[in-house]
């Protein structure tokens, strides 16, 4: 991967948020070797299995993109046996940590944010440096003492899978999450202005991370780009797309070769730890903080 010049200088300048999605968690591996984390539609259509009839309607939500109406809809159906999908999908397996989770902890950005409920990064990042990187949940009064200070300090904007009551998995909690916590959103839109992002194994459908992306773009036109890595793929996106994502969205994609795993991804934020690394110690030799 080519890794721009701007986004080398602000991770060593700790100037950069590292955004973690799902699928920085579908790199590890269950205890037993034998199941990675489900990705949006496998965890839905596992619940979709759960329920009992009717769910036709149920099922074309999730064949039409709509994940969250879907997901309210199973939750709704499942009732107390929402918790029991919940844990048997992310708790039971006991997934490791994996490559990628050591890569992203290498940058040793100050701030990484992830919509991840799972506690694989947290719990890999906290014992290698021995508790010296905090863990805050979007529902915490105090995180924006944490973003101000020193201290690295890891941000689940989606909340924890040990407290099931506040992680934000369906329609109608993603509403109520920016609205009763409309200062950690404030925040976050705050970083987007101050922070380039760098955003790995997510996309641009989630409507945080949207709408975030677009207030930026919006207001401060002409600003330097955020960065997402992306697989390419044949059939596209097409250049005329990407285009209009950096556009409308304040967003460079960052493309590359997704087989064996999305191994060239790690291979590529594994570089970019040296690169970093290396002109930290050049900032150093010359004072050019």
Known sequence: MQWPEHLVDDLARKRCVVFLGAGCSM??????????????????DEGLRRIGNPKRHISGLIQKGDLLTACELIKSRLGEDWIRLVDDQFVVPRYKHSRMHEAVLKLDARVVLTQNFDKIYDT???TTTQNSIRVKSYTDPDVADFIRGGQSVILKAHGSIDVPVEM????KEYSRARYSHQSFYMMMDALAVTHTFLFIGCGTSDPDVRLMLEKVAFFYGGSRPHY???????AGPHPDVLSSIKDNLALKVLTYDPKDGHAALTTGIEELAVLVETRRQEMAGTLGW
């Not at 790199?27 to 839905?44: A, I, K, N, Q």
């Open 124 to 126: 890999y990042a906290q």
């Open 228 to 234: 997402m890595c992306h697989p390419k793929s044949s």
């Open 27 to 44: 790199s590890s591996m269950s205890e037993d070797g034998t199941r990675r984390p489900p990705g949006w539609v496998d965890f839905l």
């Open 168 to 171: 934000v998995f369906t329609r």
